[in-house]
């Protein structure tokens, strides 16, 4: 199991964050590799389920996220069980007028092989894309609060 964790301090309230995410649409502003988001299901918690379609190194994998824990303004936890098995765990705490953000990762390489040949170049893909992820929300978060 792959790990990754990425933080940054958005200058922009918990709720505004938070609430940016609760549409899985949004993942495709954001997400360099992310290609497509459809068949999205909301509740009013701020829960969803989407399938989605992401295209890293040349290969394209398609899968089905839910939410499996949410805590209003506070944690978004959601687990991929086709596609790259995973978990990603969305926190958003409040410091000085804004958000402490972290994203944490827990992914499975698909296919033994795949895994064990392009594990240490795909890791290094994946570390640059949560980095610009996380890069991303920040900006379209506090251009969107300047206004």
């Known amino acids: 199991m792959e790990k990754l964790r990425k933080c940054t301090f958005i200058e922009a309230s918990p709720a505004k ?53 949410i805590q209003l303004d506070r944690l978004r936890l959601v687990r991929n069980a086709s596609g790259i098995q995973s978990t990603f765990r969305w926190s958003f705490e409040p410091r000085d007028n804004g958000t402490d953000f972290a994203l944490e990762v827990e992914y499975e390489m698909p296919g033994k092989l795949l895994g064990r040949l392009a594990g240490p170049f795909l890791h290094k893909l994946n570390e640059r894309e949560a980095d610009t992820l996380v890069h991303n929300l920040k900006k379209r978060m506090e251009a969107a609060n300047a206004r």
Do not use: C, Q
Request: overall charge negative; hydrophobic content about 40%.
């Open 17 to 69: 964050v938070f609430g940016y995410l609760m549409d899985p649409a949004h993942l495709l502003e954001i997400w360099p590799s992310m290609v497509e988001v459809s068949n999205i299901k909301s509740n009013p918690e701020g829960a969803h389920s989407f399938d989605w379609t992401y295209k890293i190194a040349g290969l394209r994998f398609h899968g089905h996220a839910e939410t499996v824990e």
